[in-house]
């Protein structure tokens, strides 16, 4: 399932890890990511990588000598915006004597392939998804042969199995990747063909990776996956399991982690998955749910095996197992052949369902895609106006949800210091940014916290006393 939640628009933000101090001997690698948490997780693992290969992580690429470009194909004109930055990477490459070594990673890598080097000649490194734990010996490669190195096939390997430990503390809350690509084929999205068919860790792979974030001071856990609710893994003592299973096992590591995952298609949300909603306190109620449209023409259109009555209904069974369980989506506005109809529909749902928040795209056709080959396309002016329109539903119901919190309590874990000085900031269990006044020593910790005022997008409030659960 595409994640759109934490940032499929593609703003490239450096990658949050910590920052290494580049020792004198070290190489300085700057790895820019744009897209979504499977991404930053990426990023971190080819950092683990370089790391065994005498790469510290800069946080600039002036003077670095290695760039990464990890990058998303889920937004239009993704790789637009991947070329325009390469232009600027090219001139601190040619400062450098071309020393400089430009790679392209991530999803527009794994589409675009050599046509990267088609137009960026100066590139040289391309390389797909699932191959990141080859990275060193593509150096190597590019520094012997002189020669450009494309590595975008699927691998028969297993990457995670290649990929050494993590080695850096990876923060408070940290992402786990579990399950990669995705059988579902909607006809507006690029990942069956950009990150291949669903393939699952197995769980014992998971569960060390897991023991290994928290001794590292991870207090929150998000399993990753472009489908994550399809995950079916080998079983530690043979056998399978599904995802509600390995959910119970991480839940009874030491450590008492919160778990997150995410993303989840409807389809897959079974009856054991809504049963760990109700039993795992340490599984947080707040679940991203997408769902694209309310239009049931518009979801077969879509090809999301779905209707609109089968997600009503499914709300309300993981309501009736936790009831205060908060719901986030994703909504596409224009995909083709979209009826003023189809959009009031989805209108009606945001409104049956009430979300505690929502992110809202207007289609835009990917290449390749069965939606971007459909005659009826949308216009512009009229994609605008239905998404000004659905953004404005979602922002009232975000501010109910967040208003609704005041003068409650709440446990807040703290991840990292907030925008001001004194400030510290922490997630909601319904993952809401909470600010508190409060010293940094209390980051990594979980607080009751008295909330005191709602913001659009975050909440503030006054620590009272230790964190328990509920
Ligand atoms: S094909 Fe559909 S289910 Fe699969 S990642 Fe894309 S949007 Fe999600």
């Given at each position: ?15 949050s890890l910590n ?25 971190g ?121 993590q080695s850096s503390p990876r923060g408070v809350a940290a992402f786990l ?33 897991a023991r290994r974030l928290i001794a590292l001071g991870a207090r929150e856990i ?33 450590g008492q982690v919160r ?154 874990l703290f991840t990292g ?23 940094a020593s209390l980051i990594g910790e979980e ?24």
């Open positions: 399932m595409v994640d759109n939640s934490v940032g499929s628009v593609l703003q490239a933000s450096q990658s920052e290494t101090t580049a020792n004198i001997d070290l190489k300085r690698v700057c790895i820019l990511t744009w897209g979504c948490q499977m991404n930053e997780y990426d990023s693992r080819m950092l683990d990588v370089l790391a065994l290969n005498g790469y510290a992580r800069t946080g600039t690429p002036q003077g670095a000598d290695m760039v990464i470009l990890n990058t998303c194909h889920i937004r239009n004109k993704a790789s637009e915006k991947v070329f325009s930055e390469l232009g600027r990477l090219r001139l601190m490459k040619e400062a450098s004597g071309g020393r400089m070594i430009l790679a392209v990673a991530g999803c527009v890598a794994q589409a675009e392939g050599k046509d990267i080097l088609a137009r960026a000649p100066f590139v040289d490194i391309v390389l797909g998804p699932q191959t990141y734990h080859r990275l060193p010996e593509m150096v190597a490669r590019r520094a012997r042969s002189g020669d450009a190195v494309i590595e975008t096939e699927f691998l028969v390997e297993d990457k995670f199995e290649f990929l050494p430990e990747t579990v399950q990669e690509g995705c059988d579902k084929f909607c006809s507006f999205c690029v990942v069956p063909y950009t990150r291949g068919a669903e393939q699952s860790r197995p769980a014992a792979a998971i569960l060390v990776e998000t399993l990753l996956g472009q489908n994550v609710s399809a995950w079916h893994g080998d079983a530690p003592n043979g056998g399978s399991w599904d995802l509600s299973r390995l959910l119970r096992a991480l839940a009874a590591l030491p778990l997150r995952y995410t993303t989840s298609h409807p389809r897959d949300m079974d009856l054991a998955l809504i049963e760990a909603h109700r039993d795992l306190p340490m599984l947080m109620p707040f679940l991203h749910l997408p769902v694209q449209s309310g239009s049931d023409r518009i979801l077969a259109a879509m090809n999301r095996r779905h209707t609109m009555d089968d997600y009503r209904r499914l709300v309300d069974r993981l309501r009736e197992a936790r009831q205060d369980l908060a719901l986030s989506s994703d909504f596409i506005v224009g995909h083709p052949e979209e009826t003023d109809e189809d959009f009031e529909a989805t209108i009606c749902l945001l409104h049956s369902v009430r979300f505690a928040q929502a992110y809202c795209f207007k289609y835009s056709p990917r290449p390749g895609t069965p939606a971007a080959r459909l005659r009826f396309q949308v216009s512009e002016a009229e994609k605008g106006r239905r998404l000004q329109m659905l953004q404005g539903i979602v922002r009232e119901q975000q501010a109910r949800f967040n208003s609704d919190s005041v003068g409650s309590t709440m446990n807040v210091p907030g925008r001001h000085s004194g400030q510290i900031l922490g997630r909601s269990l319904y993952f809401q940014p909470v600010h508190v006044t409060g010293p607080k009751v916290v008295l909330i005191r005022n709602a913001h659009p997008n975050s909440l503030s409030g006054t620590i009272i006393q230790k964190g328990f659960r509920a």
